[in-house]
């Protein structure tokens, strides 16, 4: 549904060069990036310029994710700050879109009515044509069915460095987790096909990208909605062979979806970094069938080893929630054993987040915030001792590094990642040279000191 109310409109003829300068700020996961990469890709150049900030901009984007209630919190944050600035007049208009939106339209429709727009994450091709509406002193409303996916023959203006893109091959998800609300505001499963995928891999790599992450709400079940199969290491398959690109990494892959020809699909793939996100939410059976995981505590532990004998060096990345309703104190001490006897080389905490409509939110022995938060606080410390005696055993060794940019604080220090390291989420390593590098290259470097997440090396 797309409905307008008059507003006051924006003086274009007062715009440097007849052009709307557009601000996007995009929140949330990669996902999320991706799909702000498109919108921007969508907007015309003849009309449109892109500026840094949305802090100085004409139309200000506002791309917000609603995943839990700290997401919530901060887009809301974001829109407020936005909405002063505006009030200031050192922006226009501003467009609120995404995930939040589509959860809470009526409310956010009838509490902000200082903002512009509000688009729901299915109605993100209409962009174009809504800011026009916008431009004319309207305020725009249109959310209607979840989901929007976008195809190769779609341009993206890149929001990352251009020599790292992340590839989204699936929107959407078909799981009935009791804890998470994303199938709500994100709909179904829908897979893109192999083709279109490798196009647009094919494209990124022209433009620049010699890392490709894989991304979706589970790209381990890419394919299973149109072929009524996993189809992802086909996808590896035909993804080994593009040009220009030296690095695949995968994300979000769903445990109970891994089979033995994805592992064989892993293990062969020319490209893929021995790395893999998996998350698991937790290692207690009790919790695992309340958040309807689909995978026993012992299933996991077979998985991993089966996944670690056969991938020699995998990297493994996972996240857990603690503090889900009825977790015992038992319940804790399983998932902390598990994550000794795992040693994890890549590790996120969640403390559960009651969210709205969700069938977790009714269940009873809610555990109390303060609980929680000790809860976290102490599996944190345990994976940090974890992760510094990991990264100990780097110490000397030769590794390869792809540098992301120079240190703003050091001289002579650049910062990579190796592919261990997925960006944003993982650790970075400190790369030490007297002779200027390259960003968007990779290099040789030995490791020469060691940090809990991060390291330090020189060329």
Known sequence: MTQTTTMAPIDRNSLPRNKVRIGMLSLGCPKTLVDSENILGGLSSDAYSLVPSVTDCDVALLNTCSFIQDSKEESIDRILELIELKKEKKIRALVVIGCLVQRYPKHLRAELKEVDAFIGSGDYHKIPGLLKNVLQGERVFAVSTPGYLATSAEARVALTPKHYRYLKISEGCDH??????IPSFR???RSRSIEDIVNEAEELARQGAKELILTGQDTTYFGRDFTGEFMLPDLLARLDNVKGVEWLRLLYAYPS?????????L????????????PLQHASDPMLTAMKRGISKDR?????KKLRDAIPGLAMRTTFIVGFPGETEKDFKELLKFMEDIRFERLGIFIYSQEDNTPAEQLPNQVPQKLARERFE????LQQIISTKNNETLL??????LIDEKSADENHVWIGRTHMDAPEVDGSVFVHSKKPIQTGEFYSVRVTATKEYDLVAEI
């Open 176 to 181: 009935i987790c009791t804890f998470c609300a």
């Open 187 to 189: 709909g179904r499963h």
């Open 257 to 265: 979806c891994i089979t033995d020809k994805l592992i064989s699909g």
């Open 267 to 278: 293990k062969k793939s020319r490209l893929l970094c021995r790395y893999l996100d998996m």
């Open 300 to 304: 996991t532990y077979d998985l991993i």
């Open 378 to 381: 102490q599996a944190m410390e």
């Open 396 to 401: 000397g060794q030769k590794m390869r590094v």
